[in-house]
């Protein structure tokens, strides 16, 4: 029962009491019973009524302990007042978007037609268009919302959104940051907005709206998963790795931050780290189709390269002096994804001596020898060896190789060994 009715409810008790006296007084003619019995009656009719009211008010309270009944209740009292529309279908969003989609058209739609000046209305009517896949009228209706009153954020970043699914980038990207001059806290629609930017390959800008994100939300991993993607993406491996790892950290059951982590480790050429990570996805997920795959690529990669590995020695024992025998090993043993199998001072000796052979003339096995440099940390020797292959390559015509030894030139400029996952 609210306070401010007790003063209403101690009237309505103490008119009660009085009326059950006068009710008395003609019932019972006998002074001495109207005095013994009187104060037992009235009481009753007193504690009737309390009783009754106190019913009426538990009902009471427990439809306004449910805002969605209590609404309900406003706008079957008050069927044109258009709020108690609003409010109640702003009620069903909050209880489930898709399930309640009907129920808030008709009661927005209401509002609308009693009061069709109310931004709020309008935002709300574009969040069911935009839902219902109408994303030419969510438009309209989040404008109408802003020209009645702009200082409705929230439909500036309704807005964006709406542009954003039409594919129409550049206006998403202007209405977001528009919306962000007014408020600048909302994690979600840097997140939002760096991933337009990185789309359309804008990564610096990317970037910078991931870590606004994780600045605003440091336990909350979106934003960092996000900045991992982009730097994977930008090959900035080394990055991406630790940033997935401060996601694991922080929540050590998503499936998700342990499926990039292996990704990412994958892409070092770590398989045995990589297998480790996508095991704990899949542990916390078993759903999650990307880790299964990831297990299997790995598991793939492996067996590859062990096959490779056994039939390159076999045939290294039976001709110990062919050069593309030994390139051919010594890349497997140099580039493999697996650490297990990798052997840089094996490589190193079989790609000098291929190279020795061919008199540093053949471009596939400088190429070898560059990458075998690369994996025992000689970057300046494999950038010099990498740029003689190219120019081989070259002068060969195979242009295709040359520019995929210019390539792996890069990731020695960045001191990263080069990493391949297929053999033959």
């Known amino acids: 029962m609210y306070l401010p009715l007790a003063a209403v409810v101690a009237l309505v008790v103490v008119v009660a009491w009085l009326a059950g006296r006068q009710v008395l007084d003609r019932l019972i003619r006998s002074d001495e019973s109207r005095r013994v019995l009187g104060p037992y009656l009235a009481a009753g009719a007193a504690v009737l009524v309390a009783v009754a009211l106190g019913l009426r008010t538990l009902r009471r309270n427990q439809d306004y302990a449910d805002e969605v009944r209590m609404y309900a209740d406003v706008v079957r009292q008050r069927p044109l007042n258009p709020r108690a529309h609003l409010n109640l279908g702003l009620e069903l969003m909050e209880r489930g978007l898709k399930a309640n989609l009907e129920r808030m058209r008709q009661h927005f739609e209401v509002a609308l037609?009693?009061?069709?000046?109310?931004?709020?209305?309008?935002?709300a009517m574009g969040i069911v268009h935009a839902e219902d896949g109408k994303l030419p009228e969510a438009v309209k209706e989040f404008e109408t919302a802003l020209e009645l009153n702009p200082r409705l954020n929230e439909a500036r970043f309704n807005m964006a959104n709406a542009l954003e699914r039409q594919s129409k980038l550049t206006e998403a990207i202007r209405w977001y940051r528009e919306g962000l001059k007014r408020n600048p806290y909302v994690p979600q629609v840097h997140i939002?907005?760096?991933?337009?930017?990185?789309?359309l390959g804008n990564y610096s800008e990317a970037e910078r709206s991931f870590r606004a994100a994780i600045e605003l939300a440091p336990r909350r991993n979106e934003a960092r998963l996000a900045l991992g993607r982009l730097w994977h993406r930008q090959t900035r491996i080394e990055e991406a790795v630790q940033v997935f790892r401060e996601a694991v950290r922080i929540d050590p059951g998503s499936a998700q931050a342990w499926h990039h982590l292996g990704a990412a480790e994958a892409t070092r050429g770590n398989a045995t780290s990589a297998e480790g990570c996508f095991r704990r996805a899949l542990a916390a997920d078993r759903s999650l189709a990307e880790a299964s795959a990831g297990l299997r690529r790995i598991e793939s990669i492996r067996a590859a390269a062990s096959r490779r590995v056994r039939e390159l020695r076999r045939r290294l024992r039976a001709d110990g002096d062919d050069?593309?025998?030994m390139a051919a090993l010594a890349r497997v043993l140099a580039a493999c994804m697996d650490e297990s199998l990798r052997d840089g001072p094996r490589a190193v000796e079989l790609a000098e001596r291929a190279c020795l052979a061919t008199k540093r003339q053949d471009p596939e096995c400088l190429d070898t020898l560059a990458a075998a440099y690369a994996e025992v940390g000689r970057f300046g020797d494999a950038l010099d060896t990498a740029k003689l292959a190219g120019e081989r390559a070259i002068q060969a015509g195979n242009t295709e190789l040359a520019l995929e030894i210019q390539r792996r030139r890069e990731l020695y400029q960045a001191g990263r060994p080069y990493r391949q996952e297929r053999w033959p």
């Open 192 to 199: 939002r907005l760096g991933t337009i930017y990185a789309e």
């Open 113 to 123: 037609r009693l009061m069709p000046e109310l931004a709020d209305t309008h935002n």
């Open 323 to 325: 050069p593309q025998v």
